[in-house]
């Protein structure tokens, strides 16, 4: 199976900075990678597809980018809406596999 | 609006069967792939299985924890995905989330829509 490995697992920042998460596979996943977030007691939310693709209704504060085995998730402008715990997912190769997640907590 | 409604968790002894439901609405289901994402209590996110619309044979694939005991299928005529659950253990534990998955060109297979999860607790 692909691992997922995010980084940092935690993250505290405050409202208004730019944060960047990273996501690297075991192996080379094209750029079928997916980002999530999720907030406490809550189903998870897509963001992001295809490594930089945004959902609909996401907004463009939200970034990603990356292809291989290395990507990242960077959100701009940091509100409090936006501390949540946040999920990639590499779609290339069943079984798809999940990052561990990170916690972005506000500082 | 797309809607993905799950039922059907609960309280179940080990070794025993569930099976879960997910009732979709907003969107031709018929059209969409569908699959099974599950949370246990204070961890992470598992990929559980898929099914692919019968435009691409309605064929399966699942995480190897769950082969062999789980079963996810379709009923196009009701929008509905199912997860049966079989031989169930303490592990399966966890909040279970319905998902569509929408074969996009040159993208691969994307969950776009969650359901809110239903709570199955394998426990004697």
């Known amino acids: 199976d692909i691992q997922m490995t995010q980084s940092p697992s935690s993250l505290s920042a405050s409202v208004g900075d730019r944060v960047t998460i990273t996501c690297r596979a075991s192996?080379?996943?094209?750029?079928?990678l997916a980002w999530f977030q999720q907030k406490p007691g809550k189903a998870p939310k897509s963001l992001i597809y295809?490594?930089?693709s945004l959902q609909s209704g996401v907004p463009s504060k939200f970034s990603g980018s990356g292809s291989g085995t290395d990507f990242t998730l960077t959100i701009d402008s940091l509100q409090p809406e936006d501390f949540a715990t946040y999920y990639c997912?590499?779609?290339?190769?069943?079984?798809?596999?999940f990052g561990q997640g990170t916690k972005l907590e506000i500082k | 609006e797309v809607q993905l409604v799950e039922s059907g968790g609960g309280l179940v002894q080990p070794g025993r069967s569930l099976r879960l439901s997910c009732t979709a609405s907003g969107f031709t289901f018929g059209d969409y792939a569908m699959s099974w994402v599950r949370q246990a209590p204070g961890k992470g996110l598992e990929w559980v299985g898929f099914?692919?619309?019968?435009?691409?044979?309605?064929?399966?694939e699942y995480a190897a924890s769950v082969r062999g005991r789980f079963t996810i299928s379709r009923d196009d005529s009701e929008s509905i995905a199912y997860l049966q659950m079989n031989s169930l253990k303490t592990e399966d534990t966890a909040v279970y989330y319905c998902t569509r998955v929408n074969g996009i060109a040159v993208a691969g297979w994307v969950v776009d829509y969650w359901g809110q999860g239903t709570l199955v607790t394998v426990s004697s």
């Open positions: 997912q590499q779609y290339n190769t069943f079984p798809y596999t």
């Open positions: 099914v692919r619309s019968k435009a691409y044979g309605g064929t399966t």
């Open positions: 295809a490594a930089s």
């Open positions: 192996q080379g996943i094209r750029n079928y």
